[in-house]
Structures are given as C-alpha cells and as structure tokens.
C-alpha cells in the first residue's frame, strides 16, 4: 500500500484557519486522497476525499498539489470540537474500498 | 438515520478466554469492516465483508480470529483463545458499497485481556 506521511502533532488557535500537510511520494494516478478524524474515545469520522482537483465540503477543504505528491486538508475556522487524530490515507482504486491508517496528526485546539 | 452499532462497549477477560463482539451496520449498507486499533495506532483492517461474503481477510489473525455475516446485515467478530496483545478497541465500520468513498465507524469495544 502506498503510504503517506503527517507531522505527528500540530496546534491551532480557536477560529484560526489550521492546514495540515500530508505527504504521499508514491501515490500512484489510481488512489484517491482520503481525510477521516478520529476524536477522543470515538470511532473515525469522514472528513473528505479527493483524486486530483481540490475538493471543498461543509466540514473541510482538500487541496491536491499538482504532482499529487502532497495534500492539505484545511479547516477553515478552528473550534474546540475540532481537536481530534488526522488521517491521510490513500485508497487504492483496486482495493476494493481498503483504508490502509497511518499514525496521524494529532491537533489541539486552543482557546 | 441511525449510526452504526456495537456491542458490548466495554469487555475485560483474562488471557485464553473467549469473546464476541457484536456490530449492526447501518440500514441497507453492503459492506461491513472490522478494524483494531491498538492504543497509540491507527486502526487496521482485520476482515472486510461484501453482503455475506469474504472480500478482504489477510490481516486476520485465523488461528484465533474469526467473523461471520451470516445474512448480509450484521456481523460478529470472536476471539478464542484471546491473548494479551489482542487488548485493543475493536471498531466495525460499514459502507454502501465496497467502493463507496465513505465508511462509517460504530464507537467501537474496548477489550482488556489480562
């Protein structure tokens, strides 16, 4: 499986804009760029996906880099509930829907 | 529409016992998942069913693991005989389908082996 790298913590400040990078060398043209957060004590949690242009939802905004090498998953305007473990993951587009976890990124939020 | 459930949330046990654990997907989902996460670790993929067939099982641990979606809807994962390192949060997830993008995770167990 392809793998990606994340810093393993970041912190933000309360309604400040955080972007967490992801690095993914190996990415091949068929995986999709996956974010899911994972907050205390609960199961993971969709955030966002893309393949190659930047992707916006309520939640988030994914921006791919032109060589696809690296992504950016922006959170606009960070809250306390936004304090959670990231996940960069790319999913195969043969895996039959595989996600394949890294450690993550762990963001505090401040407030 | 009701999330994905899981039960017990809680399961302590001493080491070479047996234990399941149940998970419920959501309405009309073909695809259930079945991860662990040990604590500091992202979750691995243990089993993947598509309706009530096998579709992705290379990580399970088939000397002592095993899981079954017997009518395509809810799914039990068991442990026998259980060791120390099979402590972790076992966490079921589901999908409409195999490729589609997002897979929904229940709470999770948390199991203690001692």
């Known amino acids: 499986d392809a793998k990606t790298t994340q810093p393993n913590s970041m912190e933000s400040n309360e309604e400040e804009p955080v972007h967490l990078p992801c690095n993914h060398s190996?990415?091949?043209?068929?995986?999709?760029i996956h974010w899911y957060r994972q907050l205390p004590s609960q199961g993971p949690e969709y955030v966002i996906h893309?393949?190659?242009s930047n992707v916006n939802n309520r939640m988030a905004s994914l921006a791919i880099a032109e060589d696809r090498k690296s992504s950016t998953l922006i959170l606009h305007r960070a809250t306390l509930r936004d304090a959670a473990v990231y996940y960069c993951?790319?999913?195969?587009?043969?895996?039959?829907?595989?996600?394949?976890f890294g450690q993550g990124t762990i963001l505090t939020v401040h407030p | 529409e009701a999330g994905v459930a899981q039960s017990p949330r809680y399961k302590i046990i001493e080491k070479r016992q047996s234990v399941a654990f149940w998970c419920n997907p959501i309405?009309?989902?073909?695809?259930l998942y079945w991860y662990q996460q040990i604590l500091g670790q992202g979750p691995k993929l243990l089993i993947q069913?598509?309706?009530?067939?096998?579709?992705?099982d290379s990580q399970l641990p088939k000397d002592r693991f095993s899981a079954e979606r017997l009518k395509g809807v809810d799914s039990t994962l068991k442990i026998q005989p259980a060791k120390l390192e099979d402590s972790a949060v076992y966490l079921c997830?589901?999908?409409?389908?195999?490729?589609?993008?997002?897979?929904?995770f229940g709470p999770g167990t948390r199991l203690t082996v001692l």
């Open positions: 997830a589901s999908s409409r389908e195999a490729l589609y993008n997002e897979q929904f």
């Open positions: 190996t990415i091949s043209g068929t995986d999709y």
């Open positions: 893309g393949l190659t």
């Open positions: 993951i790319l999913r195969v587009g043969t895996s039959y829907g595989k996600l394949t």
């Open positions: 309405s009309g989902h073909a695809t």
């Open positions: 069913f598509q309706n009530n067939g096998v579709v992705d």
